[in-house]
Each structure stands twice: as structure tokens, then as C-alpha cells.
């Protein structure tokens, strides 16, 4: 017993030279460096002291969870502090969603009995401490969305005991190491997706319990490691959104066989057989897992749905839109009674929905937009009860609406535009109340909107009606929808007005009913849509000014107001201080400030101008013609036998077209050749009218200017007339007076051609002018002898002053009766200037006055019925 004692002894005394000869040996830089990282003597105040290290880094607390984190409270105390019983240790620091700012500390890693590290959804920034290595009982290591940056750090790999990785959603980058996962055998959740990571995945063989791996949203490259398959508790494997290639992975999915959630969208990997077979991959997956979630989208995968895809019984999300599959859907389908979700948008699917297809009770999301289905929609559609997204837009299907869409009391969204779908809107969608967005634009409906419509009031995302054959007054039920925030009814057939009451659809952000047949004002009440940010009544019937309240919309920032009948005043303010004029095109007289668009205040002087002009002109230019009568007849006083023969020789004529021998010394014009010269007769070169024709200006094509004087036929004896005015102009000869050209006289065609006066009128010659154009003061800088000076020949107007009292007193006669005669014939009415018979009577009149007669007597003309000159 002694000796078992004795021996005991010299074996600890030995065991004591040693330990001190090993404590020399070590030299002093190594032993401060241990010293630093691991402490001798850690206990519960070197904890305390890491913790203060690590708040010193915060910079901003804004939930006060670092505020108790001081000297006067305990450690295990601090808030997100949790300490070990047995050693009195901190084993884990938990700061998730805290909002903290700063900096991830090294002193961290000064926590040696941490197990749990949680920051998770902070804004921590900076790399990830290599130091952390150190933390060799850290089990669970959660860092998920933050700002981290830089690359994993390879000392990760002394983290032996580590379970749980968490670093998805910060920005780190680089490469995984390999060491992470041939070491960190007791890994079993990984999620390092929503960061930069690159390259290859590395071999995974090590990790068997692994049976969460997340690698989706980096930029990884490379096949899936065969590796993989010793990880035969793998339930979910993610690695979509990244670079990925190679076939799918059919070895892979048969060596894990409880494999549930199969994420690989959005990759370059391909179907076996150069990419046209699917029904290998589906073999083995349908045969050798329970996968319920199977997302291949967006590969360009190609080859054809197998119908062993109906084995796959416990799939509830199918996700394979943005591929090349061809041909049909498989009525196996049916056979996933467990299906929630169905993607097959944008393939190049053909045929017809199956049958089948209600026999998926579970169904909440059918996709099948964008591709070539075609036939009608069937109404077993409407027997998905718990179906809440209907997409069917962007194919080839034909036929009614089906009633039973009405049965869908789930559905939110419906999207059908884009087809060829006929017939009316079935007023059985107003049955589905809880419908948000309803898309059937694009298509060939007709008739009006249900009014059952209108209770959809949950209806908050859009209402789409555009482009269809949609008729009938534009409904005012509408105007319930309150929630709607885009409406689109453009491209129909709507009839009516824009009612005021659309003011209530308050959450309107888009109104488009352009191109329809609306017409009346726009009410003053769509300033009341204060969200409103897109505004289109173009290809309208509109009239009436713009409303002043669109101006105080603050959201609006696109208008179209063009192709109306709108007039008046742009507003301004708002989005009309923004707007260009191709918001305004082809209206009926807007003006404004825009550029492009006529000014206001130019319109007003211009149509103010125009108006003064035409007053004017006929005020003065009868003057002038009466004027230059008066010459004629002072002329004709002293020509008194070749104006008596005259006389004898018009009342010789009767009441058919005399022989006008005279014209066959006059040039010879076509009613074609006037036709031609006049632009057919153009409105824009006339020149003026009266009741008995108008006078056109025309070219001849030896570039001679003519006034043409069209007689209208219609009014009075125009033959008589004709006549009496081609003898009149034949015969008068004054220099003042301009002397006919030729006519053309048909049965049913007679005008006079004339020289056309372009150097002006005699008003020019009487009246004065402003630096503007005529004087609208009506005065003259001329007195009536100086006028009658300008028009009369000079010996004529020197004989008048040998003249006795007795013949001036005539001539003022005459003057003041052919003044009135003028005024009369300057009538802005056709309807009321006399007819040229009358008043050539009334010159004949004042003829035989002057010629002595003092019996002659006026006709009705001058509205001075039987009295006599002579009583003047």
C-alpha cells in the first residue's frame, strides 16, 4: 500500500518538473499572444468586459436594448445576454431585430463559452471577424441581413461543432471555402443565398446530416456536386438564380430520397437528350421522393410534359414558366389532387385545357398565360372553389366568357385579356366580390358593362376593359368602384358624357377612356381626384373648355387631351405648366401659353382686327362706288344723245338673250378654263358677294389676274340681268372705271370677267390709312371736294364751277340720293341689298333728273315710295 502510495507521488512531482519546464520553453511573444485571444483566466468579467468592447462599436441604438449594458449591472443581466448555470458563463447573445448600427466587433470572440450568436436584421457593416474562430463551443452562427461585406473567412473551418449558418441577405463575396463543409461535419442548415458568393459549390460529401442547404441568389457556377448524395437527409435544396449547368440532376434526386422542397429555377442547366426530354427527370422524381414543391422555371427547359408527371402525388407547386415545353397538358394532372399552384406561362403549349383539370379541388394559382392554347375556356374552371388567381391572358382562346367564372368566390385576380373571346360580359363576375384586379382587354366583347359590375367594390388594383367592341352610355354605376386605382375603358364604343360622379373613385392613380365616342364637357369634379397621375380622354367627341381643377391635381404628370372638339383657355398652373401641345393636338380653338399653341391674346387682336376690317370695308367701299356714280352721271349729263340712245336701246330688250354680236371681238374663255383659273371656284379666293353673284379671283394660264363675277341663277330674271350689265360695261368709258375682259354665257353658267384690281380700291385713294391698316374712326383727312377732285376728271370738275345755282343744287340732289342708294347696296345681307334691276332703276332715275325731267320718280328702293326729286 506504501509503495502505491510513494510511486503516486513521484509520479506527480514529475508531472510538475514538466509542466514548468514546458511553461519556459514557450517563448514570450507566442505566450502574449494566447494571452490576448485566450486568456488564462476568462471568467464572467472578461465577459463583461467584451460585451462593453462590442457596444463601444454601436453607434446607434434606436430601441434602447444596449441602454443596461454598464458596470453597475449584472452580465447576465444585460439585455440579449443569456449565461450558462454550470460555469456562469455567457453562452449566447441574441440582438436580432434590433436595429442596430455599427461595426461587428472582434471582441466577440473573447466570448469562449458562447454557443449562440443571433444579429440577425440589423445594419451591422464591415467584413466578418476571422477572430470568430475562436469561438470553438459556437453551435449556431445567425448574421442574417445585415451589410456585411468581404469573403467568408476559411478560419471557419476550426468552428467544428457549428449547426446552424446563417448568412443570407448581406453582400458578401469570394468563393465558399472548401474547408467550411469538409470539416464542419456537424453542419445541418446552411443558407448563404441572397449574397455575391462565386464559383463552384464545393464537395459536400462530409456533411451526412445536412438537410437544409440554401445557395439560391449568388453567382455560382458549375454542376451540383455528386457529393451531395451522401447527404441522404437532405429535405430542401435550393440553388436557383444562380449559373448553374448540366443536365437536371436525375442521380442526384434519386439518391435523396427525402427530398421535399426542389429548387432549381432560373439556371443553365437542360433535359436529358440535347434538351428535349423531360420524362426521364420526372421518372425519377415521381418514383424516388415525395417532393412537393418542384420549381424549374426560367431554363429554357425543353421536350414535353410526360404524363408520368401524374405520379408525382404529393406535388402541390409546379413552377415551370419560362420555358421551350411543347405540346399538351397532360390529363394526368388530375391525379395531383393535393395542387395548389400551376406555372406553365410562357411555354409554347398547345391544344385545349383539359377536362381533367377540375378534378384539382386544392387549386388556388392557374397560370397558363402566353402560350398557344386555344378552344374555349372551359366551365369546369368555374368549379375551383378555392381558387384565387385565374391567368389565362395571351392565347388563342375563343368563345363566350364562361357563366361559372361567377362561382369563383375566392378569386382576386382574373386576367383573360389578350384573346379572342366574343359575346358579352357575364354579369356573374359581379358574384365575385372579393375579385381585385379583372383584366379583359384586348378581345371582341360586346355589348354594355353589366351593372352588376359595380359591385365589385373590392376591386383595388385595375379594371381593364380596353380595346373591345364594348358599346352603350359610358355607366355611371362605375363610379361605386371606390377603391379602383387604374381604370382603362379606351378603344370602345362608349357613348355619352363623362358624369361628375367619377369623382368618386377617389383612389384613382389611372383614368384612360380614350378613343370612343364620348362627348359634352369634361366635369369640373376630376380635381376632386387627388391621387390621380395619368389622365387620357384623346379621340373623344369633348367639348367645351378644359376643367381649371385639373390644375390642382398635384399627382397628375401625364395628360392627353387631344383629338376633341375642346376649346378656349389652356389653365394654367399644375401639370399645364409641364405639358407640351402634343397633349392638346387637333382641337377646336384652344389657346394658351404653350408653346405650339396659338396665343389668346393674339387671337382676340386679330379677330378684333378682322371684324373693325369687314365694318369698315363695307362702309367705305360703297361710298367709293357711289362716289365714282355720281362722276358718271355728271358725265353723262354732258354726253346726253349717246346716253338717250343708250336708253332707247335697253328698253328695247326682252326677256330672251339678245345677240351679243359685240362679244365676238372679245377673247374667248371656257367655263373650264374659269373653273380651272378660279381652283374650282375656291371659297378662299373669293372676293366677295352680293344678291345677285359672287366674284372669285383666278389666274390665267398666261399669268394674267382676273376677277371672275358668277351670276347666281337662282334669284330673280338672271338672264335680263346679264344682259343689262355686259351692255352697260360695253358702252362706259372713264378712267376710273375698270372695262370688261369677256364672258361666258351658258343656259345654265353666265359670269363676267373683269381685270382684278391689285393695287387696291378707289377707298384707298379717298380714305387715309394707319400705321396698322384703316382708320376705325370713320374720319378723312380729305374734304368731299378734295375726294370728288381724285375721282373726276379736272375739266369736268372746272366746268361744274361755271355752272348756274340751279344745277348745283341738282348735283347736291343727286349726291345725297346716291349716297343712300350705296349705303343700301353695302348691306352685310345679301337677303336684304336691292336687286340689281332696282337699283339700275334708280340710277335711271336720277339720270332723267339730271337730264331735266323733274317728273321721275324713285322705286321702293330707297324706301321713299312716290315722292319726287323735285320735293327735295
Same mark, same amino acid.
Given at each position: 500500500?506504501?509503495?502505491?502510495?510513494?510511486?503516486?507521488?513521484?509520479?506527480?512531482?514529475?508531472?510538475?518538473?514538466?509542466?514548468?519546464?514546458?511553461? #519556459?520553453?514557450?517563448? &514570450?511573444?507566442?505566450?502574449?499572444?494566447?494571452?490576448?485571444?485566450?486568456?488564462?483566466?476568462?471568467?464572467?468579467?472578461?465577459?463583461?468586459?467584451?460585451?462593453?468592447?462590442?457596444?463601444?462599436?454601436?453607434?446607434?441604438?434606436?430601441?434602447?436594448? %444596449?441602454? $443596461?449594458?454598464?458596470?453597475?449591472?449584472?452580465?447576465?443581466?444585460?439585455?440579449?445576454?443569456?449565461?450558462? &448555470?454550470?460555469?456562469?458563463?455567457?453562452?449566447?447573445?441574441?440582438?436580432?431585430?434590433?436595429?442596430?448600427?455599427?461595426?461587428?466587433?472582434?471582441?466577440?470572440? /473573447?466570448?469562449?463559452?458562447?454557443?449562440?450568436?443571433?444579429?440577425?436584421?440589423?445594419?451591422?457593416?464591415?467584413?466578418?471577424?476571422?477572430?470568430?474562430?475562436?469561438?470553438?463551443?459556437?453551435?449556431?452562427?445567425?448574421?442574417?441581413?445585415? /451589410?456585411?461585406?468581404?469573403?467568408?473567412?476559411?478560419?471557419?473551418? %476550426?468552428?467544428?461543432?457549428?449547426?446552424?449558418?446563417?448568412? *443570407?441577405?448581406?453582400?458578401?463575396?469570394?468563393?465558399?471555402?472548401?474547408?467550411?463543409?469538409?470539416?464542419?461535419?456537424?453542419?445541418?442548415?446552411?443558407?448563404?443565398?441572397?449574397?455575391?458568393?462565386?464559383?463552384?459549390?464545393?464537395?459536400?460529401?462530409?456533411?451526412?446530416?445536412?438537410? $437544409?442547404?440554401?445557395?439560391?441568389?449568388?453567382?455560382?457556377?458549375?454542376?451540383?456536386?455528386? @457529393?451531395?448524395?451522401? !447527404?441522404?437527409?437532405?429535405?430542401? %435544396?435550393?440553388?436557383?438564380?444562380?449559373?448553374?449547368?448540366?443536365?437536371?440532376?436525375?442521380?442526384?434526386?434519386?439518391?435523396?430520397?427525402?427530398?421535399?422542397?426542389?429548387?432549381?429555377?432560373?439556371?443553365?442547366?437542360?433535359?436529358?437528350?440535347?434538351?428535349?426530354?423531360?420524362?426521364?427527370?420526372?421518372?425519377?422524381?415521381?418514383?424516388?421522393?415525395?417532393?412537393?414543391?418542384?420549381?424549374?422555371?426560367?431554363?429554357?427547359?425543353?421536350?414535353?410534359?410526360?404524363?408520368?408527371?401524374?405520379?408525382?402525388?404529393?406535388?402541390?407547386?409546379?413552377?415551370?414558366?419560362?420555358?421551350?415545353?411543347?405540346?399538351?397538358?397532360?390529363?394526368?394532372?388530375?391525379?395531383?389532387?393535393?395542387?395548389?399552384?400551376?406555372?406553365?406561362?410562357?411555354?409554347?403549349?398547345?391544344?385545349?385545357?383539359?377536362?381533367?383539370?377540375?378534378?384539382?379541388?386544392?387549386?388556388?394559382?392557374?397560370?397558363?398565360?402566353?402560350?398557344?392554347?386555344?378552344?374555349?375556356?372551359? !366551365?369546369?374552371?368555374?368549379?375551383?372553389?378555392?381558387?384565387?388567381?385565374?391567368?389565362?391572358?395571351?392565347?388563342?382562346?375563343?368563345?363566350?366568357?364562361?357563366?361559372?367564372?361567377?362561382?369563383?368566390?375566392?378569386?382576386?385576380?382574373?386576367?383573360?385579356?389578350? $384573346?379572342?373571346?366574343?359575346?358579352?360580359?357575364?354579369?356573374?363576375?359581379?358574384?365575385? *366580390?372579393?375579385?381585385?384586379?379583372?383584366?379583359?382587354?384586348?378581345? /371582341?366583347?360586346?355589348?354594355?358593362?353589366?351593372?352588376?359590375?359595380?359591385?365589385?367594390?373590392?376591386?383595388?388594383?385595375?379594371?381593364?376593359?380596353?380595346?373591345?367592341?364594348?358599346?352603350?352610355?359610358?355607366?355611371?354605376?362605375?363610379?361605386?368602384?371606390?377603391?379602383?386605382?387604374?381604370?382603362?375603358?379606351?378603344?370602345?364604343?362608349?357613348?355619352?358624357?363623362?358624369?361628375?360622379?367619377?369623382?368618386?373613385?377617389?383612389?384613382?392613380?389611372?383614368?384612360?377612356?380614350?378613343?370612343?365616342?364620348?362627348?359634352?364637357?369634361?366635369?369640373?369634379? =376630376?380635381?376632386?381626384?387627388?391621387?390621380?397621375?395619368? +389622365?387620357?380622354?384623346?379621340?373623344?367627341?369633348?367639348?367645351?373648355?378644359?376643367?381649371?381643377?385639373?390644375?390642382?391635381?398635384?399627382?397628375?404628370?401625364?395628360?392627353?387631351?387631344?383629338?376633341?372638339?375642346?376649346?378656349?383657355?389652356?389653365?394654367?398652373?399644375?401639370?399645364?405648366?409641364?405639358?407640351?401641345?402634343?397633349?392638346?393636338?387637333?382641337?377646336?380653338?384652344?389657346?394658351?401659353?404653350?408653346?405650339?399653341?396659338?396665343?389668346?391674346?393674339?387671337?382676340?387682336?386679330?379677330?378684333? =382686327?378682322?371684324?373693325?376690317?369687314?365694318? #369698315?370695308?363695307?362702309?367705305?367701299?360703297?361710298?367709293?362706288?357711289?362716289?365714282? %356714280?355720281?362722276?358718271?352721271?355728271?358725265?353723262?349729263?354732258?354726253?346726253?344723245?349717246?346716253?338717250?340712245?343708250?336708253?332707247?336701246?335697253?328698253?328695247?330688250?326682252?326677256?330672251?338673250?339678245?345677240?351679243?354680236?359685240?362679244?365676238?371681238?372679245?377673247?374667248?374663255?371656257?367655263?373650264?378654263?374659269?373653273?380651272?383659273?378660279?381652283?374650282?371656284?375656291?371659297?378662299?379666293?373669293?372676293?366677295?358677294?352680293?344678291? @345677285?353673284?359672287?366674284?372669285?379671283?383666278?389666274?390665267?394660264?398666261?399669268?394674267?389676274?382676273?376677277?371672275?363675277?358668277?351670276?347666281?341663277?337662282?334669284?330673280? /330674271?338672271?338672264?335680263? @340681268?346679264? $344682259?343689262?350689265?355686259?351692255?352697260?360695261?360695253?358702252?362706259?368709258?372713264?378712267?376710273?372705271?375698270?372695262?370688261?375682259?369677256?364672258?361666258?354665257?351658258?343656259?345654265? +353658267?353666265? !359670269?363676267?370677267?373683269?381685270?382684278?384690281?391689285?393695287?387696291?380700291?378707289?377707298?384707298?385713294?379717298?380714305?387715309?390709312?394707319?400705321?396698322?391698316?384703316?382708320?376705325?374712326?370713320?374720319?378723312?383727312?380729305?374734304?368731299?371736294?378734295?375726294?370728288?377732285?381724285?375721282?373726276?376728271?379736272?375739266?369736268?370738275?372746272?366746268?361744274?364751277?361755271?355752272?348756274?345755282?340751279?344745277?348745283?343744287?341738282?348735283?347736291?340732289?343727286?349726291?345725297?340720293?346716291?349716297?343712300?342708294?350705296?349705303?343700301?347696296?353695302?348691306?352685310?345681307?345679301?337677303?336684304?341689298?336691292?336687286?340689281?334691276?332696282? !337699283?339700275?332703276?334708280?340710277?335711271?332715275?336720277?339720270?332723267?333728273?339730271?337730264?331735266?325731267?323733274?317728273?321721275?320718280?324713285?322705286? @321702293?328702293?330707297?324706301?321713299?315710295?312716290?315722292?319726287?326729286?323735285?320735293?327735295?
Amino acid at each position: 500500500m506504501w509503495d502505491a502510495n510513494l510511486s503516486d507521488m513521484v509520479f506527480r512531482k514529475t508531472m510538475l518538473v514538466f509542466l514548468l519546464q514546458c511553461l #519556459v520553453i514557450i517563448p &514570450k511573444h507566442a505566450f502574449s499572444v494566447l494571452q490576448h485571444h485566450y486568456p488564462l483566466h476568462h471568467s464572467l468579467e472578461t465577459d463583461r468586459a467584451a460585451l462593453l468592447e462590442f457596444k463601444e462599436t454601436i453607434t446607434s441604438d434606436p430601441n434602447s436594448r %444596449l441602454s $443596461n449594458w454598464n458596470d453597475s449591472t449584472r452580465v447576465c443581466y444585460f439585455t440579449g445576454v443569456r449565461c450558462n &448555470k454550470e460555469h456562469h458563463r455567457v453562452w449566447q447573445l441574441n440582438l436580432g431585430d434590433s436595429g442596430i448600427v455599427g461595426t461587428l466587433s472582434p471582441s466577440i470572440s /473573447n466570448l469562449t463559452h458562447l454557443r449562440v450568436l443571433e444579429l440577425v436584421n440589423n445594419q451591422l457593416s464591415g467584413e466578418i471577424p476571422w477572430e470568430f474562430s475562436s469561438l470553438r463551443h459556437l453551435r449556431h452562427l445567425l448574421l442574417e441581413g445585415n /451589410n456585411l461585406h468581404g469573403q467568408i473567412p476559411d478560419t471557419f473551418s %476550426l468552428l467544428v461543432n457549428l449547426t446552424v449558418v446563417d448568412l *443570407r441577405l448581406n453582400s458578401l463575396t469570394g468563393k465558399i471555402p472548401p474547408s467550411f463543409f469538409s470539416n464542419c461535419t456537424l453542419l445541418k442548415n446552411v443558407d448563404l443565398s441572397l449574397n455575391f458568393l462565386e464559383g463552384n459549390i464545393p464537395e459536400i460529401g462530409s456533411c451526412r446530416g445536412l438537410w $437544409n442547404l440554401n445557395l439560391y441568389n449568388n453567382q455560382l457556377t458549375g454542376e451540383i456536386p455528386f @457529393s451531395i448524395t451522401n !447527404a441522404t437527409s437532405m429535405v430542401n %435544396l435550393d440553388v436557383e438564380y444562380n449559373f448553374l449547368s448540366g443536365e437536371l440532376p436525375s442521380k442526384i434526386v434519386e439518391c435523396l430520397p427525402d427530398l421535399v422542397f426542389l429548387h432549381f429555377s432560373f439556371n443553365a442547366m437542360i433535359s436529358p437528350e440535347n434538351n428535349s426530354n423531360l420524362g426521364t427527370f420526372f421518372t425519377v422524381l415521381c418514383n424516388y421522393t415525395s417532393v412537393i414543391e418542384l420549381e424549374l422555371a426560367g431554363m429554357g427547359l425543353g421536350g414535353k410534359l410526360p404524363t408520368s408527371i401524374g405520379k408525382c402525388v404529393y406535388l402541390e407547386y409546379l413552377l415551370l414558366q419560362e420555358n421551350n415545353i411543347t405540346g399538351s397538358i397532360p390529363p394526368t394532372l388530375s391525379n395531383l389532387t393535393h395542387f395548389s399552384q400551376l406555372n406553365l406561362t410562357s411555354n409554347l403549349l398547345s391544344g385545349t385545357i383539359p377536362e381533367e383539370i377540375s378534378q384539382l379541388p386544392h387549386l388556388e394559382q392557374l397560370f397558363l398565360s402566353h402560350n398557344s392554347l386555344s378552344g374555349p375556356i372551359p !366551365a369546369a374552371v368555374g368549379q375551383f372553389q378555392h381558387l384565387g388567381l385565374l391567368h389565362l391572358s395571351n392565347n388563342k382562346f375563343s368563345g363566350a366568357i364562361p357563366k361559372s367564372l361567377g362561382n369563383l368566390v375566392e378569386i382576386n385576380s382574373m386576367f383573360l385579356n389578350n $384573346n379572342l373571346l366574343s359575346g358579352s360580359i357575364p354579369s356573374s363576375l359581379g358574384q365575385c *366580390r372579393d375579385l381585385y384586379t379583372l383584366d379583359l382587354s384586348y378581345n /371582341n366583347l360586346t355589348g354594355n358593362i353589366p351593372p352588376e359590375i359595380s359591385g365589385l367594390r373590392e376591386i383595388r388594383t385595375f379594371l381593364n376593359l380596353s380595346h373591345n367592341l364594348l358599346e352603350g352610355d359610358f355607366p355611371i354605376e362605375l363610379s361605386k368602384l371606390e377603391n379602383v386605382q387604374e381604370m382603362d375603358l379606351s378603344s370602345n364604343r362608349f357613348t355619352g358624357r363623362v358624369f361628375r360622379q367619377i369623382s368618386s373613385c377617389i383612389a384613382l392613380s389611372l383614368l384612360n377612356l380614350s378613343y370612343n365616342l364620348l362627348e359634352g364637357e369634361l366635369p369640373e369634379s =376630376l380635381g376632386d381626384l387627388e391621387n390621380l397621375e395619368v +389622365f387620357d380622354v384623346s379621340g373623344n367627341q369633348l367639348s367645351g373648355t378644359i376643367p381649371k381643377s385639373l390644375s390642382n391635381i398635384h399627382t397628375l404628370t401625364f395628360l392627353n387631351l387631344s383629338v376633341n372638339q375642346l376649346s378656349g383657355t389652356i389653365p394654367s398652373g399644375g401639370i399645364f405648366d409641364s405639358v407640351t401641345n402634343s397633349s392638346f393636338l387637333q382641337n377646336g380653338n384652344l389657346c394658351g401659353s404653350i408653346p405650339g399653341i396659338p396665343n389668346c391674346l393674339k387671337n382676340k387682336i386679330k379677330r378684333f =382686327l378682322l371684324t373693325d376690317f369687314l365694318i #369698315v370695308s363695307c362702309i367705305v367701299i360703297p361710298l367709293s362706288v357711289s362716289f365714282s %356714280l355720281v362722276c358718271c352721271m355728271i358725265g353723262c349729263r354732258h354726253f346726253k344723245v349717246r346716253i338717250s340712245a343708250g336708253k332707247a336701246e335697253l328698253e328695247t330688250e326682252t326677256e330672251t338673250e339678245p345677240q351679243l354680236e359685240w362679244i365676238h371681238n372679245l377673247p374667248r374663255l371656257t367655263y373650264k378654263e374659269l373653273f380651272d383659273a378660279t381652283g374650282g371656284f375656291d371659297e378662299h379666293r373669293k372676293l366677295g358677294s352680293g344678291s @345677285s353673284g359672287h366674284v372669285y379671283k383666278g389666274v390665267l394660264p398666261d399669268g394674267m389676274h382676273i376677277a371672275v363675277k358668277v351670276l347666281q341663277l337662282q334669284t330673280g /330674271n338672271p338672264t335680263k @340681268s346679264f $344682259n343689262r350689265e355686259c351692255q352697260v360695261l360695253k358702252r362706259i368709258r372713264h378712267r376710273n372705271l375698270i372695262r370688261i375682259i369677256t364672258i361666258c354665257s351658258q343656259p345654265d +353658267f353666265k !359670269a363676267l370677267v373683269l381685270p382684278y384690281m391689285a393695287n387696291g380700291s378707289l377707298e384707298s385713294r379717298l380714305y387715309s390709312h394707319s400705321g396698322t391698316g384703316l382708320s376705325t374712326s370713320g374720319s378723312s383727312d380729305l374734304t368731299l371736294i378734295q375726294r370728288i377732285e381724285r375721282v373726276v376728271d379736272p375739266l369736268m370738275l372746272k366746268a361744274m364751277s361755271y355752272q348756274t345755282p340751279e344745277v348745283k343744287k341738282m348735283w347736291e340732289v343727286a349726291i345725297g340720293e346716291l349716297t343712300k342708294l350705296g349705303i343700301l347696296c353695302s348691306q352685310d345681307s345679301p337677303s336684304t341689298r336691292p336687286a340689281m334691276l332696282d !337699283a339700275a332703276d334708280d340710277l335711271d332715275c336720277l339720270k332723267r333728273y339730271l337730264m331735266g325731267d323733274t317728273t321721275a320718280t324713285f322705286t @321702293s328702293t330707297l324706301g321713299i315710295s312716290s315722292s319726287t326729286v323735285g320735293n327735295h
